[in-house]
């Protein structure tokens, strides 16, 4: 099976803008999280979708937002960009499993400079 | 507190030796516990799972997890020169299924000397 996908792998944006970054999780997966990396903070969780829901949230502001389409696909966006938000953001998915954890599988990350 | 906790390292280790990476965590409903292995410039990749008390291998790798102790190492067998990397722990808060999230360690810089 192909891995989960993340496009564009790399972005320079400037302070203010906004971005949007897409995630195609590995065929037959239905739930995707979404992570934030950085050198200071480590990797944070920031949410989770499952069937087009949200199901879980992180702490992050509001500028952080995301959704999941009917095909599992999930798009993450950011808006008014901070210098802070330089990260490499990383979406995981997750097969379908029995109730007591679940295996996450990392794409290659979106790495987000802003200037 | 930090949820999950690790010794940051560098953990110097001989080429062929046993490599032991350990972490700690404070949510005691935790469910399920995974070690990623991150290469530098690359994302996380998962190389052990556990979600029962005792031992699990898988090759050369060995995972423990004692729950009553909220505790969970990952040992490394023959560890080689590529195995050098940065290990996390992470610990899935959601319960009974209802969701993923995974809280990470800040990751064990691991050092294999040829």
């Known amino acids: 099976k192909a891995g989960v996908t993340q496009t564009p792998r790399y972005l320079i944006k400037t302070r203010g803008q906004q971005v949007t970054l897409s995630c195609s999780p590995i065929s037959g997966h239905r739930s995707v999280s979404w992570y934030q990396q950085t050198p200071g903070q480590g990797l944070q969780f920031l949410f989770e979708?499952?069937?087009?829901?949200?199901?879980n949230k992180g702490n992050f502001p509001g500028r952080f937002s995301g959704r999941q389409f009917s095909n599992s696909r999930s798009e993450m966006n950011v808006s008014t960009l901070e210098l802070g938000d330089s990260a490499l953001y990383l979406c995981?998915?997750?097969?379908?499993?029995?109730?007591?954890?679940?295996?996450?599988?990392f794409g290659p990350g979106t790495r987000l400079t802003v200037t | 507190q930090k949820e999950v906790e690790q010794n940051s390292g560098p953990l110097s280790v001989p080429e062929g030796a046993i490599a032991s990476l350990n972490c700690t965590y404070s949510?005691?409903?935790?469910?399920?516990f995974f070690w990623y292995r991150q290469y530098s410039g690359k994302s996380p990749e998962l190389i052990m799972f556990?979600?029962?008390?005792g031992d699990k291998e898988d090759g050369r790798f060995t995972a423990q997890l004692n729950k009553a102790s909220q505790y969970v190492s990952l040992l490394i067998r023959d560890s080689q020169p590529s195995d050098s990397a940065t290990y996390l722990c992470a610990v899935n808060i959601g319960y009974g299924g209802a969701t993923n999230k995974l809280i990470f360690g800040t990751g064990t810089l691991l050092a294999v000397q040829p």
């Open positions: 995981a998915s997750s097969p379908e499993l029995e109730a007591g954890g679940y295996e996450q599988y």
């Open positions: 556990i979600y029962s008390n």
């Open positions: 979708y499952f069937s087009e829901t949200q199901r």
């Open positions: 949510d005691r409903g935790s469910q399920s």
